[in-house]
């Protein structure tokens, strides 16, 4: 039979059209997968925190770890600079007042042992969520002496509104006066 010889017009035009169709579902293939990939690292990217991701268990931030309160305030680094670490929880921030020397290189830790819970220094560019299992680190300085207020600004049950605090900006050698014998310095007291 003529349809049986490969060298035939309509066998030709089927061996066209399969291999057409191949080609087709194969590309296909390739933009359901390229629009997968892209909406995995879209999802992936948007649910994680951070970049450099750094983790805290809440259940235990009072028992041990860098976020124990003897361990909350403001400390002097060997380099000179100063991370001040703190604890944002329903509904007050500890310490409620943070110190900092004025014009000196600073970085904010800090995290959440119940709910999320916003991070502001209104007058600074400095604005997060501490989010509860994971550590909040930002870098600061400031410019000139003064305070700022913290208000919460996520949403983080009825006492919401309530919660604020305050960062103090000094001069360099009365925060130093200040650090003195004490580990951690805070305004609080
Ligand atoms: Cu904490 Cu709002």
New binding site residues.
């Given amino acids: 039979m003529a349809s049986q010889d490969a060298s035939s017009p309509t066998a030709e035009a089927d061996i066209a059209e399969r291999v057409e169709r191949r080609w087709a579902i194969l590309s296909v293939g390739i933009i359901v997968l390229l629009a997968l990939l892209a909406a995995f690292a879209g999802i992936h990217q948007a649910t994680m925190p951070q970049g450099r991701v750094e983790t805290a268990n809440p259940a235990k931030l009072h028992l041990d770890g860098e976020f124990v309160e003897s361990n909350l305030g403001s400390a002097l680094e060997p380099d000179g600079s100063v991370i001040v670490r703190a604890i944002?929880?329903?509904?007050s921030f500890t310490p409620q007042c943070m110190v900092v020397p004025v014009s000196t290189q600073v970085t904010f830790r800090a995290t959440?042992p119940d709910?999320?819970?916003?991070f502001l220094i209104q007058g600074t560019n400095i604005n997060t969520m501490?989010v509860p299992g994971y550590v909040s680190a930002l870098p600061a300085r400031f410019d000139k002496i003064g305070e700022h207020l913290m208000?919460?600004?996520?949403?983080?049950?009825v006492?919401?509104?309530g919660?604020w605090a305050k960062v103090k900006v000094i001069d360099k050698a009365e925060f130093l006066k200040l650090g003195g014998d004490r580990r951690r310095v805070t305004c609080v007291d």
């Fill in positions: 944002g929880q329903q509904y959440s709910v999320i819970h916003g501490l208000p919460c600004q996520e949403f983080c049950g006492g919401h509104e919660m």
